[in-house]
């Protein structure tokens, strides 16, 4: 669920509508906005292309402000209109920063604010859109989904997935606002000081099947899933394949010359949660967990509880 508005774009004399934002004017709309797309640490990452690339080059722009957003919002430009979305239920800071940046747009277009209902705004009215009804719809929504059917329930964040279960949405729901609890637990998790790992998959030579990998890496505090599923954006990837196993590769080494670090052990997931010591984790949602740190002494024992898992190349 979302809610969009429309600013249409601005017509120039003789020559149609004005050219269509880049990535980067799109931005300085608003102060201190930045883009979610691309990982600009990224070696591959080209900050010219990026930046000088139009705004209909791209399906959106997921932007918000670092530090301060939870889910952000979506920019696109398609029909000669530019297009801002925010998510339902986004936070109140991601909804004051969107209906800043509809406001900018619209000074910047010289037009209206229209809604996907067909309400009309203008820049001197938008930032009192009502948006409280929104967030609570939202929040009502993701908890009668845990009520009928669902175990678990999920939505992006500017950097990470949040997932609710029926004890958060209860905490949350319970609180003395509702809104407020929510926006500090979406937003938490996306400036936790921690590594998100990645999920990585490969076909085993030796049966065909698809086995699922993380890495846990030596002296790094790490997110993982506490029971690892196929995220969404992998989805499509996979096509019809099933994985097979989830395995987790424990790598590290002596010393602190991460260089020579190497893959100590591949363990099946299972046992690793089974025997991961209950001190050196905690649950930050209904789905993940963030990993301490692990040094070389602590890897070996976790290993010696688990048993190696000798893989196939």
Not at 45 to 71: I, P, Q, W
Not at 204 to 216: F, K, P, T
Not at 272 to 277: G, R, V
Request: proline share 2%.
């Amino acid at each position: 669920m979302s809610i969009t508005f429309f600013v249409k774009n601005k017509k120039k004399f003789l020559v149609g509508l004005a050219p269509v934002m880049s990535v980067e004017e799109a931005l300085r709309l608003v102060p201190n906005l930045s883009q979610f797309n691309a990982d600009e640490d990224d070696e591959e990452f080209d900050a010219d292309s990026f930046y000088g690339a139009k705004l209909d080059e791209f399906d959106c722009l997921v932007a918000g402000t670092d530090g301060l957003s939870g889910r952000g919002f979506e920019i696109g430009y398609e029909d000669g209109a530019y297009n801002v979305r925010i998510g339902t239920p986004s936070t109140r800071t991601d909804w004051k920063i969107a209906l800043e940046y509809l406001k900018n747009l619209a000074l910047k277009m010289d037009g209206e604010i229209v809604s996907e209902d067909g309400e009309k705004f203008s820049a001197q009215n938008i930032e009192s859109f009502n948006y409280e009804h929104d967030i609570r719809a939202g929040l009502e929504a993701i908890e009668q989904n845990l009520q009928k059917e669902a175990q678990i329930s999920t939505i992006y964040g500017i950097r990470n997935e949040v997932s609710f279960d029926k004890k958060i949405m209860a905490r949350i729901m319970g609180a003395k606002d509702p809104a407020d609890e929510f926006g500090k637990f979406v937003t938490d998790i996306q400036n936790l000081d921690a590594y998100f790992a990645n999920q990585m998959f490969y076909r085993r030579n030796d049966s065909g099947e698809i086995s699922g990998d993380y890495v846990l890496s030596q002296g790094v505090v790490t997110v993982l899933p506490y029971e690892p599923s196929v995220e969404y954006k992998n989805l499509q990837m996979l096509g019809d394949e099933k994985v097979a196993r989830w395995s987790v590769a424990i790598f590290g080494g002596e010393g602190d010359d991460e260089e020579k670090y190497e893959i100590l052990a591949t363990l099946k997931y299972e046992s690793f949660i089974q025997n991961l010591p209950r001190d050196k984790y905690k649950f930050i949602d209904a789905k993940n967990i963030v990993v301490s740190a692990f040094d070389k002494a602590e890897f070996d024992e976790l290993i010696a509880k688990c048993g190696k898992e000798e893989l196939a190349d």
